[in-house]
T-cell receptor
Framework: RKEVEQDPGPFNVPEGATVAFNCTYSNSASQSFFWYRQDCRKEPKLLMSVYSSGNEDGRFTAQLNRASQYISLLIRDSKLSDSATYLCVVNNPGGSYIPTFGRGTSLIVHP | DTGVSQDPRHKITKRGQNVTFRCDPISEHNRLYWYRQTLGQGPEFLTYFQNEAQLEKSRLLSDRFSAERPKGSFSTLEIQRTEQGDSAMYLC?????????????FGPGTRLTVT
């Protein structure tokens, strides 16, 4: 089993739709979690951290479920500019915070 | 520009040649990471520095790969005797520990093509 798993998609949604991605992780001792966004042929950019209590940033909501070992990202009112690959990142314990990336979920928002 | 920079942005080399890439992190960041990314995959961890000390190295990193961060600022990644399988995007990221987490900021990457 991979350490961090994501459905690669693509998720094809119309503008204005709500879309959700999940990401599962295997190490129950994982400590911190993030969502990154990566546009085609560009570097990943931090979208948001994921906190145990859940957190929201505008149209984006991130949730962490430690019991089931998954994190989620919800995007409301999708825009064309949201089209990208969304990478989930899990930092594992050990003091070095070595991040493990999922393979990413591709989102295509169409008019 | 105070972000992470990488040089060169593109490198085409013949199999068997050596290549070296450079990464300049955000100045106040003491942590520096190298990743490799191929099409359709997420970034794959290669190695990690805290200041000038190389603290972690992936088991996937063969002995043809070496990285340095001599003064705790910029870092270099060298690949010796390149193989076609080394073709990938090589990403550098830097971070600083804040509140128990380390958010990473990536450079634009060096795209390596081995012919």
């Amino acid at each position: 089993r991979k350490e961090v798993e994501q459905d690669p998609g693509p998720f094809n949604v119309p503008e204005g739709a709500t879309v959700a991605f999940n990401c599962t992780y295997s190490n129950s001792a994982s400590q911190s979690f993030f969502w990154y966004r990566q546009d085609c042929r560009k570097e990943p950019k931090l979208l948001m951290s994921v906190y145990s209590s859940g957190n929201e940033d505008g149209r984006f909501t991130a949730q962490l479920n430690r019991a089931s070992q998954y994190i989620s990202l919800l995007i409301r009112d999708s825009k064309l500019s949201d089209s990208a690959t969304y990478l989930c990142v899990v930092n594992n314990p050990g003091g070095s915070y070595i991040p493990t990336f999922g393979r990413g979920t591709s989102l295509i928002v169409h008019p | 520009d105070t972000g992470v920079s990488q040089d060169p942005r593109h490198k085409i080399t013949k199999r068997g040649q050596n290549v070296t890439f450079r990464c300049d992190p955000i100045s106040e960041h003491n942590r520096l990471y190298w990743y490799r990314q191929t099409l359709g995959q997420g970034p794959e961890f290669l190695t990690y520095f805290q200041n000038e000390a190389q603290l972690e190295k992936s088991r996937l990193l063969s002995d043809r790969f070496s990285a340095e961060r001599p003064k705790g600022s910029f870092s270099t990644l060298e690949i010796q005797r390149t193989e076609q399988g080394d073709s990938a995007m090589y990403l550098c990221a830097s971070s600083v520990l804040e509140g128990g987490t380390a958010k990473q900021y990536f450079g634009p990457g060096t795209r390596l093509t081995v012919t």
